[in-house]
């Protein structure tokens, strides 16, 4: 990254340089808006770094609507029209950054995740944008002609300011809750947060099961609520993750349980009677281990006061395939922000244009990204909102200067 050569007056200042801000300032410098980049970490797109094991899900070809959370399902509709998958695929080709897709429409780097970094940060400086890093700001205060941001760096002025510093998700990388702040400063609403794409916590004798079975998989079918997930289930030493988990985890609230199918597919109670019938003398484990890992099957199976199925009334095999395919519990807790991928909830969008991001009562300051409260399925979801939105805002900017 090229040395600063910051002045004190600026068109635009966007508190945040991650997915959105970034692409916020990108789009807004090319259209002639002197744009500076604030950011407390001491690189820029941190999070984008550490995402998809270090390779950057960056987009999901088949995002659309129906894959983000809000108080208003419709928000994000028009964002995403106005920025596709297909668009960021093109920077990225642009960029000839080889990838590849995953399972579900997922597209990963081949190399790492800094090249989408290295990308993003290359077009904000082509367009002219300023970027200070290690740069904490104290205070953000409006006046007549705009903004004025006090920082360790001295104060700066702009007509418009842009939030796009996330939520407080995996805090060891700086996040904070400051864009809320901010909102509740100019009168916005919030929508309650709470840690989302997250691993669930179990205790007590259930959690102790789960405990002993850490490092097990199945594929299975999630249900929490109106929410079902076919996908991943893990076994930890704290309870269940995998992408299922996660995924429920996003609609999950404290005292709901939630429903697993481990065998997705499978009518356990009709398959069951047929094993019975065919061999008498199959053990409950034996005949489990066709549908599941081995050491999930014996787990199971002990609970089962019979050795043969032929010793297995029909409401001893009810109760054996229910606990198959629909096995309910209820999680204590998540592991909370530490380790959670996005945050749930924030700024209200009854407050914010859907076209443009502004906020409605305060003209010039915009919120962009996972500080509003959209927030997007596992996958690359999360990151076609950022770069969605930033686009959004970052055209609104950019029509002002013309």
């Known amino acids: 990254m090229r040395a600063p050569d910051y002045k004190s007056s600026y068109d635009v200042i966007i508190i945040g340089a991650g997915a959105a801000g970034m692409m916020c300032g990108a789009v807004a410098g090319k ?51 106005g920025y596709s998958p297909q668009d960021f695929i093109d920077q990225v080709d642009a960029q000839r950054i080889s990838w590849h897709e995953k399972t579900r429409g997922q597209l990963f780097c081949d190399g790492r995740a800094t090249q989408i970094v290295d990308m993003l940060v290359e077009t904000c400086e082509q367009a002219g944008n300023t970027i200070l890093l290690e740069t904490k700001i104290s205070d953000v205060q409006k006046e007549d002609a705009g903004f004025v941001l006090s920082t360790s760096r001295g104060r700066f002025r702009a007509g418009a300011v842009v939030v796009a510093c996330g939520g407080p998700s995996i805090p060891k990388m700086g996040a904070t809750g400051f864009g809320y702040q901010i909102a509740e400063q100019f009168g916005l609403a919030l929508v309650p947060r709470q840690a989302a794409l997250v691993p669930l916590i179990f205790s007590g004798l259930l959690g102790d099961s789960m405990r002993a079975l850490a490092g097990v998989s199945v594929r299975g079918r999630v249900t929490c609520g109106r929410a ?7 076994f930890t030493h704290r309870g269940l993750s995998g992408p299922a988990i996660l995924q429920v985890s996003s609609y999950w609230s404290k005292g709901e349980r939630i429903t697993i199918d481990l065998a997705p597919g499978h009518d356990l109670l009709a398959e069951a009677k047929t094993a019975r019938l065919e061999s008498p003398k199959q053990s409950p484990a034996g005949f489990l281990s066709t549908f599941l890992p081995q050491r999930l099957a014996r787990s199971i ?66 919120f962009i990204g996972e500080v509003v409260d959209v927030t997007g399925h596992l996958g690359g979801h999360n990151f076609q909102w950022a770069w969605a939105s930033g686009v959004a805002a970052g055209q609104a900017l950019g029509a002002q200067s013309t």
Request: proline share 3%; net charge positive.
């Open 31 to 81: 259209a002639g808006r002197r744009v500076l980049i604030l950011d407390h970490a001491k690189t820029a797109g941190e999070k984008i770094r550490i995402s998809g094991g270090g390779r950057c899900n960056f987009t999901n070809v088949h995002c659309g609507p129906e894959n983000f959370i809000s108080q208003n399902p419709h928000f994000c509709k028009s964002a995403l029209a």
């Open 228 to 234: 079902v997930f076919d996908e991943g289930v893990l």
């Open 301 to 366: 199976a002990q609970d089962v006061q019979q050795n043969r199925l032929a010793d297995m009334n029909d409401a001893a095999l009810e109760k054996l395939a229910a606990r198959i395919n629909a096995w309910t519990v209820l999680p204590e807790e998540t592991q909370g922000y530490r380790i959670a991928e996005v945050t749930r909830g924030g700024v209200n969008t009854n407050g914010l244009s859907s076209k443009t991001m502004q906020a409605k009562a305060v003209p010039g300051l915009y």
